[in-house]
C-alpha cells in the first residue's frame, strides 16, 4: 500500500575526479526545492545525493595525482559534502559515497540476487569505451570515430572475459512499464526519446571490468578476478541509501512512499533504462517519476567548455552574490527541461531585478509603512500558511505537486508585482495623510500579503525567507539589506 506521506528524492551522484559545477548545483538546488516543500507540507522526506567513486577516470586521476586511490576519493568527496553549507541544503540531505562500506556490501548483495534471478553471464567481448563516459558505444553514437560528449577522449577498444546483464529480456518490460506509467518521464519529449530507445531493442551490456586492468571497484561477489562495472555499483545507490536490503527505510520510502529521480538529460538511458531494468531483474518496484534536466550552456547558446571560457563554477557566483541569488536564478530562470543559458552577468542582472529592486525593496517599503503608522496584524504561524487552500493559490501547490517549481516560484514573483502594483495605485503613503483608517487597512493587506510570501519562499530561498518573516514578525527593517546592491 502507498504512502502518501513519505516522499523520497534523488540526484544523480557526480564523479569527484572535476569540481562541483553549475549543472550538478541545478541539480541538487531544484532537488532540494521539492525536498522543502514536502516536508514543509507535511511529508516525511528522505533526500539523497552522494557521489560517485569507482571507475577507470578515477583510478587514472588518482595515479596522476601520485595518492592511493581511497585517500584520494576521500579528499575529493569533501568538495560535494560542502555543497550543503554552500547552497544551503535541506538539514536532513543525506550523503552517500559509493565507497562506503554498507553501499559496498548492497551493491554484491544486489548482484547477487540478479545472479540468482538468472540476469548475469559471463563471455569473451570486444567493444568501444567512452572512459569519459564510462560507457561502450556503438558506432552509430559515435562522430568522426569520437564520443560526441569526449571528444577529446580516445575510445579504448576493450577486449576480455567480463560478466554480463540481460538487458536485452526487458525490452518488452519496460515498454510496458512506461505503457502504464504515462508520467514516468518528464518531460514528455525525453520519455518519447527513451521509449524510441528501448523499442529499437536492447542489447545485453558488461557489468565487470578485469581487476588487473582496472582495479577500482566493488569485487564481484564469488570472482576475486573481477570488479563491477561503475554503473552496476553507483545505481544502486538509489536504494543502499535508504539501508537497502533489510531496513525499514526502504519499505517506507521507497516500496511504499512516492519515488523521484531528477538527473541531466546526458543520463537518461542510465537511469530510465539501465536502472529499472535492474531492480526489475531484482524483483523490486522500479521507481516512479524521473525528471530529466536540460544542459546550462554559455550565454552565446554553445555548450560550457574549458576551451572556450564559459564555464562557470558555484564558488565564482557565490563569491560575489548571496546563495539566494543563485538559487533564484536556477529555479526560476533556467528553463525545467530544455537547455538553458548562464552566466556571471545573466545571474546579476536577474538578482537586481527581482531581488534587490523586487521583493527586497518591497519588504523594506511595506515594513517601514506598518512601523511608522503603527500597524499592527495577527499573523498565521507558519504551519497554517502550507495549509490554507484559500488564500494560497492551487496553482501554487499543483506546479510542485507536478515538479515544475519554477512554475510555483514565479507565481510568487507575479504575486509580488501585484503588491508593487496595489501600492502604486492605492498610495498608502499618501493616503494616510487623508483617511488613516483606509491607509492602515491597505498597509495590514500588504503585511499579510508578504508574510505569506516570506513562508511560502521557503523552499527556494530559505534565507531571504527567514529574514522576510523575522522584517514582518517584527515590524522592523533588516538593518542589512535582505539583498544588497551590487557595487
Known amino acids: ?34 525536498a522543502r516543500y514536502k516536508a514543509l507540507t507535511g511529508h516525511d522526506v528522505f533526500f ?47 550523503f552517500i559515497r559509493t565507497t562506503d562500506e554498507h553501499h559496498k556490501k548492497a551493491a554484491q548483495e544486489f548482484w547477487k540476487l540478479v545472479d540468482k534471478n538468472g540476469y548475469i553471464y559471463k563471455k569473451n567481448y570486444q567493444a568501444k569505451y567512452c572512459v569519459g563516459c564510462e560507457l561502450e558505444k556503438t558506432d552509430s553514437e ?52 527513451i521509449k524510441s530507445f528501448v523499442s529499437g531493442g536492447l542489447q545485453d551490456f558488461s557489468i565487470s571490468r578485469s581487476k588487473e586492468k582496472m582495479p577500482w571497484g566493488v569485487p564481484v561477489p564469488g570472482d576475486d578476478e573481477q570488479v563491477m562495472y561503475v554503473w552496476f555499483d553507483a545505481l544502486v545507490n538509489y536504494i ?33 533504462a539501465m536502472w529499472q531494468a535492474m531492480l526489475m531483474a531484482a524483483e523490486l518496484p522500479p521507481t516512479q517519476t524521473i525528471l530529466i534536466n536540460g544542459f546550462l550552456n554559455g550565454p552565446d547558446g554553445r555548450k560550457m567548455s574549458k576551451s572556450l571560457g564559459n564555464v562557470l563554477s558555484p564558488d565564482e557566483v557565490l563569491a560575489l552574490l548571496p546563495v539566494d541569488a543563485l538559487r533564484f536564478y536556477l529555479v526560476n530562470e533556467v528553463s525545467p527541461f530544455e537547455d538553458s543559458p548562464i552566466s ?11 531581488l534587490v529592486n523586487g521583493i527586497g525593496n518591497l519588504t523594506n517599503r511595506i515594513v517601514k509603512m506598518a512601523s511608522s503608522y503603527d ?40 504575486e509580488i508585482r501585484e503588491m508593487d502594483t496595489f501600492i502604486t495605485r492605492e498610495e498608502p503613503f499618501k493616503k494616510i495623510k487623508v483617511d488613516e483608517e483606509a491607509a492602515k487597512e491597505d498597509v495590514a493587506r500588504l503585511m499579510i500579503n508578504l508574510w505569506y510570501i516570506g513562508v511560502l519562499l521557503e523552499p527556494f530561498m ?26
Open 1 to 34: 500500500m502507498k504512502n502518501n506521506k513519505s516522499f523520497y528524492i534523488t540526484t544523480t551522484l557526480p564523479y569527484i575526479n572535476a569540481e562541483p559545477h553549475i549543472g550538478f548545483a541545478m541539480e541538487i538546488i531544484r532537488a532540494d526545492a521539492l
Open 48 to 94: 539523497n545525493t552522494g557521489t560517485d567513486e569507482h571507475g577507470k577516470k578515477i583510478w587514472e586521476s588518482a595515479q596522476k595525482e601520485g595518492m592511493e586511490t581511497q585517500a584520494f576519493t576521500d579528499k575529493l568527496s569533501q568538495r560535494f559534502k560542502l555543497l550543503k553549507d554552500t547552497l544551503d541544503l535541506y538539514d536532513d540531505v543525506t
Open 142 to 193: 559515435l562522430v568522426d570515430g569520437k564520443c560526441p560528449i569526449h571528444p577529446n577522449r580516445d575510445l579504448e577498444i576493450i577486449e576480455e572475459e567480463n560478466y554480463f546483464f540481460k538487458f536485452s529480456e526487458f525490452t518488452q518490460p519496460l515498454l510496458d512499464y512506461y505503457e502504464v506509467n504515462k508520467d514516468f518521464i518528464r518531460p514528455d519529449f525525453r520519455f518519447e526519446e
Open 240 to 272: 543502499s541509501t535508504l539501508g537497502w536490503p533489510n531496513s525499514e527505510n526502504f519499505t517506507k520510502f521507497w516500496e511504499e512512499g512516492q519515488t523521484v529521480q531528477i538527473a541531466g538529460k546526458d543520463n537518461l538511458r542510465q537511469q530510465s
Open 344 to 354: 556571471l552577468d545573466l545571474i546579476k542582472d536577474a538578482y537586481t531585478a527581482h
Open 375 to 414: 500597524v499592527t496584524v495577527a499573523l498565521p504561524s507558519p504551519e497554517e500558511v502550507w495549509e490554507d487552500k484559500e488564500f494560497v493559490s492551487p496553482e501554487f501547490h499543483d506546479h510542485m505537486n507536478n515538479f515544475v517549481p519554477q512554475k510555483s516560484l514565479q507565481y510568487l514573483f507575479k
Open 462 to 487: 530559505p534565507e531571504a525567507s527567514e529574514k522576510i518573516k523575522q522584517a514582518v514578525a517584527n515590524k522592523e527593517v533588516p538593518a542589512a539589506p535582505i539583498f544588497p546592491r551590487l557595487a
